[in-house]
């Protein structure tokens, strides 16, 4: 009753033409001798024709872990019975994506042997995707992808896996480990990316400097970004170089005017920078990257609350860490510190699906500082508020609004140096 | 059942990379100088100790079997001494440090792989894609076959650096929109309510579904004596949230839904810091298996910006120098009252001076 009926796709097929690599032919090859992906390309010829998907969603679990695997039923399963089940296993990545070939031959070997063979490199979050197997059989590939080292994970309601630029392994501007850092938190709240406890996802990316090629503002509830605190490095002798070959004018229009603070100034064939006001945006570094340089005094800065569209539209995360220093062991456990206070406020009085941005907007940045005892900074905001609808705590008469509530104290907060914004009288 | 084997160590957490860097990587580790572009898709990373590298960028189809993930491997053994890279946009970097080796490499990847070396500096990168019909169960539209339609529009701005300034471009195929922010995004458009079906609905947590709408316009409901949720049209804005939580909430409609392309989006805190993606254009047909209207419009974005932009303008900064005026009557895109926004921060994007151009 072998009914190897061959899937006639001529919607995908013309997706086989053109200059760009086609995954119609790829996936064609691949279904010679996985049937499964001849059925998958079926199912998707009839979601072109009809502009229709047929997934249906849910989760399975491996024992010990709540996320990691994307559960994938067809909806027409009975007339694909090889893709009924099609799971997808999320499998944590290298920091940085860079491989050895045995790494990536061993994912191959066990896709093949368990999936349908067909790899994404790499998932929207960043991890590595394995597709196509059934439910049995994406049991055992995770235990077998557990069993040589990989681990997998990321999905519900608990931390994502990291993503972070290639930093230091080849890039000049990076001005903290990126790579290490990925591996250091990932492995330090492994618990919180394997039994997901939190109210909603919690996706850290890391840049190693401002360019943020990880785009963790926008993609990210929690940026680190290298940054730097010093003077930008100058070498004069290549500035000259640099204008000597593209000539004074080219150095005004693309460097000296695209300077959104306006501090740097040319004369003689020499630049001169006000550091006191470079925001390290980083454009004169990158339009002159052989006479300019971050400074040498580095450290990253913190944002907290960025995420994409999902209902309240897309938000950027914005500065909660203006600068700190991550380069001892205290520095990493001041930053553990900082994301676990984060975490308890949030998962204590957080609602159900709500990101922490979205908290964030809820009960005001002013309350969820006090509540993870940050002292307020100026570089936290764009401007102070226009409005005059606020709620001193300080000047609020107890008894007439009934007894103010205290401020939710999660966490001890360090009192000490902290400047009151309105002194008390009496 | 099977009896009960041992279970695979749990809690393995992120595989050291520092067994995947490339050798060079790890001499030099945090002690690079200064890179060079070598040719359109090759830098050349030099460190203080003098090494150079050479990173010859390929953009890859993502969707991969593992056949021609051996291919690479392949290649990676024969010319990089075993170890490659991907990038956040599914660009493979192969790492080879002696430069005579680049040429032939660049021929087996186009020989072998059908990849094109590109994608560095002012071009348009790989597009970031999502899973659409592939594998996703929300999708209104297809991911993977949408970037392959648009790549063979594209590419020549792939293979080349002749652009103003780098280009991002991203897909999404519902109005989650996991495709990222870019600087010419095109995403899926829902244009009515969810219909509900009201006989599918068991399985759903009924208060989870209430409480994920943004304008809160789900309520329960009896339908024929059963409990059910039903949505006030008027409040409802299409935005598929609850579908994502409920499939008996359907968002989708093959007949209905449109793409629009979104524009000026930016990460990066170079110059004016990053910026979220505009409305350029809408109701785009949905037109598998190769939705040329789509690769039309975003051809007709990207020559305006060739031709307007100065050096080092991103798309959205060349549309606000230039003003949306310009932006409209360069692309021939009609502006109507739905480019207005009507959401949460509507009037922060009004205009609130006489700064108009004439
Ligand atoms: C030495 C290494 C690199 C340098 C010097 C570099 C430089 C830059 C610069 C200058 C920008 C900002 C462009 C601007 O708006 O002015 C940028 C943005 C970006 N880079 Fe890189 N980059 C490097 C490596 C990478 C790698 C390996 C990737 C991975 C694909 C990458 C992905 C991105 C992305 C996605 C953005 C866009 C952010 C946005 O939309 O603004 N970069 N990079
Ligand atoms: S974010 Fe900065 S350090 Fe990281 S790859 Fe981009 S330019 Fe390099
Ligand atoms: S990094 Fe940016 S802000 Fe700082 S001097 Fe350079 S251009 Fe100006
Ligand atoms: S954009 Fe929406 S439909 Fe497409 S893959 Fe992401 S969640 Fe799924
Ligand atoms: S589509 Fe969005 S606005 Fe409409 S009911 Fe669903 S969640 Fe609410």
């Given amino acids: ?426 | 059942m099977a009896e009960k084997k041992k279970m695979a160590p749990r809690d393995n957490g992120s595989p050291d990379y520092k067994k995947f860097l490339h050798p060079m990587m790890a001499k030099n580790y945090g002690k690079w100088k200064y890179h060079e572009n070598i040719r359109s898709g090759v830098n050349m990373y030099v460190a203080e100790s003098g090494d150079r590298l050479y990173v010859v960028r390929a953009g890859s189809t993502r969707t991969m079997s593992v056949d021609t993930v051996r291919k690479v491997c392949d290649i990676a053994d024969k010319y990089c001494q075993g170890h490659l890279r991907f990038t956040s946009r599914s660009n493979l970097e192969f790492l080879v440090t002696k430069k005579e080796e680049i040429e032939p490499l660049i021929k087996e990847v186009n020989d072998k792989l059908g990849f094109h070396v590109g994608g560095t500096g002012h071009s348009i990168s790989n597009i970031l894609h999502t899973q659409g019909w592939l594998h996703c169960n929300l999708p209104g539209t297809d991911a993977a076959g949408a970037v392959k339609a648009m790549m063979d529009v594209l590419y020549e701005d792939f293979i080349n650096e002749r652009l103003p300034q780098r280009v991002k471009i991203s897909t999404s195929c519902c109005q989650i929109n996991c495709g990222g922010q870019a600087d010419i995004a095109i995403n899926l458009q829902h244009h009515h309510p969810p219909k509900i079906n009201h006989d599918n609905m068991k399985i759903c947590e009924h208060p989870k579904v209430v409480a994920i709408c943004p304008v809160a316009a789900i309520r329960p409901a009896k339908k024929d004596g059963k409990d059910t949720l039903e949505v006030v049209e008027e409040k409802c804005m299409y935005c598929g949230a609850c579908h994502g939580q409920c499939p008996s909430m359907e968002i989708r409609d093959a007949n209905t839904d449109t793409l629009a392309i979104w524009v000026g989006g930016k990460s990066s805190n170079t110059r004016g810091g990053p910026s979220f993606m505009k409305l350029a254009t809408y109701g785009l047909p949905n037109n598998p298996p190769r939705w040329p209207e789509v690769s039309d419009a975003v051809k007709r974005i990207l020559n305006a910006y060739k031709e307007g932009a100065k050096e080092e303008e991103r798309i959205g900064e060349w549309i606000e120098r230039i003003g949306w005026k310009r932006f409209f009557e360069v692309t021939g895109f009609k502006f109507t009252k739905y480019h207005i926004d009507t959401y949460r921060y509507a009037r922060t994007t009004f205009n609130t001076s006489t700064q108009v151009r004439l």
């Fill in chain 1, 1 to 426: 009753m072998s009914k190897k009926e061959e899937s006639k796709t001529p919607m995908l097929d013309e997706l086989e033409d053109g200059p760009w690599p086609s995954f119609v032919t790829d996936l064609k090859n691949l279904a010679k001798k996985k049937p499964a992906i001849g059925q998958l390309l079926g199912q998707l010829e009839q979601s072109y024709e009809e502009r229709w998907d047929h997934w249906l969603g849910t989760v399975i679990n491996t024992p010990g872990y709540g996320g990691g695997i994307i559960a994938r039923y067809s909806d027409i399963g009975n007339k694909f019975p090889d893709i009924a089940q099609f799971h997808t296993i999320r499998v944590i990545e290298p920091a940085g994506w860079v491989y050895s070939t045995d790494a990536l031959r061993q994912l191959c070997d066990i896709s093949e042997k368990y999936s349908a063979g067909i790899l994404q490199f790499h998932g929207m979050t960043g991890d590595i995707l394995m597709l196509g197997s059934n439910n049995e059989k994406t049991l055992e590939a995770a235990e077998e992808l557990m069993e040589k080292g990989w681990d997998i994970g990321g999905s519900g309601n608990g931390m994502r896996t990291l993503a972070c630029c290639i930093g230091p392994a080849y890039c000049e501007m990076a001005c903290f480990d990126t790579l290490k850092t990925t591996k250091f938190l990932t492995d330090t709240f492994i618990s919180q990316l394997h039994r997901p406890e939190f109210p909603y996802k919690f996706k850290f990316k890391l840049s190693g400097c401002p360019n943020d090629c990880a785009c963790s503002i926008q993609r990210s509830d929690m940026p680190i970004i290298g940054t730097w605190r010093d003077e930008i490095q100058v070498n004069q002798k290549e500035v000259k170089k640099f204008i000597d070959e593209k000539g004074e004018e080219y150095v005004v229009d693309n460097v000296i005017t695209r300077c959104p603070t306006k501090c740097i100034t040319l004369k003689n064939k020499k630049i001169e920078i006000d550091d006191k006001n470079c925001v390290k945006c980083m454009h004169c570094i990158n339009v002159m990257h052989k006479a300019l340089a971050p400074g040498k005094d580095r450290g990253v800065t913190i944002l907290l609350g960025g995420k994409r569209t999902l209902k309240i539209g897309d938000t950027m995360s914005s500065v909660i860490v203006p600068f700190m220093k991550l380069d001892t062991d205290e520095d990493y456990e001041k930053l553990i510190d900082l994301v676990r206070r984060i975490w308890e406020f949030w998962t204590e009085h957080g609602m159900d699906h709500e990101r922490v941005g979205e908290f964030i907007d809820r009960v005001g940045l002013g309350t969820f500082l006090d509540g993870i005892g940050l002292e307020p900074d100026p570089q936290m905001v764009r401007h102070p508020r226009t409005n005059p609808y606020i709620k001193f705590e300080e000047l609020a008469p107890p008894k007439i609004g009934g007894e103010p509530k205290a401020a939710p104290n999660v966490v001890d907060k360090e009192i000490e140096g902290r400047e009151m914004v309105v002194e008390m009288k009496k």
